[in-house]
């Protein structure tokens, strides 16, 4: 029998019953290799009972050799081979409109075999759960697809968006599954597959020291993540005295500070010199 490490954290104890399927570190945990949950979500979203989900997997990054890449929170892959990109947001500027784009886009980057033909591309959706109704029409979903203005038809790439309304609550499939997107207590969810879920992290050991261990590991990047900050930091201060000292180039500040030359100059343009 598993048993709940014993020098769990209280504040640990306290945030895992707290944490809500809208929150991406909870969302990414409890659909890992979840097909069960994820193939629920898609039915309801497009009102298939027929589409079967195939694949499942989170926090998968694509990375990119000319610019910035990108860290999904769950990808899918249904019975047809279409792809889905399954991301909760609850900031309405997480799901902004050019984030959907590049999305979209490099999901196409990762799909794409070397020397395949462009046909060859599978149908792709990007799918953002959002907290708010960051679109104000009252709209449960809100699609999003490309047409040809001339003639009104679609573009027809394969490429889709979709927006779900987290603030929609009503006595429909959807309204009952945005609830339980926003539930705290397992035994009150509407779908027994993502009660059942939820409590496994919530309240069964094994699932609750897999939650502490992943905190352990995030709070530790973010450590790390506010070291590197302050060492940036401190080159900056750094490099802004030596230029007021005015007796190096802006080169040897960069190497002398480590801070690329784009960042000296722009320091440098602040300060005037």
């Known amino acids: 029998m598993s048993i709940i490490k014993k020098d769990i954290p209280a504040e640990y104890r306290v945030l895992i019953q707290k944490l809500r399927l809208i929150d991406d570190t909870f969302f990414n945990v409890c659909f890992d290799n979840y097909t069960e949950g994820m193939q629920l979500l898609l039915r309801i979203f497009f009102d298939r009972d027929d589409l079967v989900v195939r694949r499942v997997v989170t926090q998968q990054s694509a990375d990119n050799l000319y610019g910035r890449g990108v860290r999904f929170d769950v990808l899918a892959e249904d ?64 699609h ?57 992290f919530k309240a069964e050991a094994e699932g609750v020291n897999a ?9 530790e990047k973010k450590m790390e993540e506010g070291r590197a900050e302050g060492r940036i930091e401190s080159a900056r201060r750094t490099a802004t005295a030596l230029l007021a000292l005015g007796k190096l180039t802006l080169s040897q500040i960069a190497e002398a500070t ?15 010199a």
């Open 79 to 142: 019975s047809e081979g279409k792809l889905y990109d399954c991301e909760v947001q609850r900031a309405n500027e997480g799901a902004a409109a050019r984030r959907a784009r590049y999305n979209s886009s490099m999901m196409d980057s990762r799909a794409l075999a070397k020397g395949a033909e462009f046909a060859a591309l599978p149908e792709t959706w990007v799918i953002f759960i959002t907290e708010n109704d960051i679109y104000q029409a009252g709209c449960p979903l809100y």
């Open 144 to 200: 999003v697809e490309r047409i040809v203005q001339e003639t009104q038809r679609p573009f027809d790439d394969g490429a889709h968006i979709l927006y779900v309304n987290g603030a929609n609550r009503d006595d429909t499939p959807l309204g009952r599954l945005m609830q339980d997107f926003f539930c705290e207590r397992p035994e009150q969810m509407n779908y027994a597959e993502l009660a059942k879920r939820a409590d496994y």
């Open 211 to 219: 939650m502490c261990e992943l905190m352990e590991k995030f709070g």
């Open 258 to 272: 480590e801070l690329s030359q784009e960042e000296v100059k722009r320091l440098a343009g602040s300060l005037g």
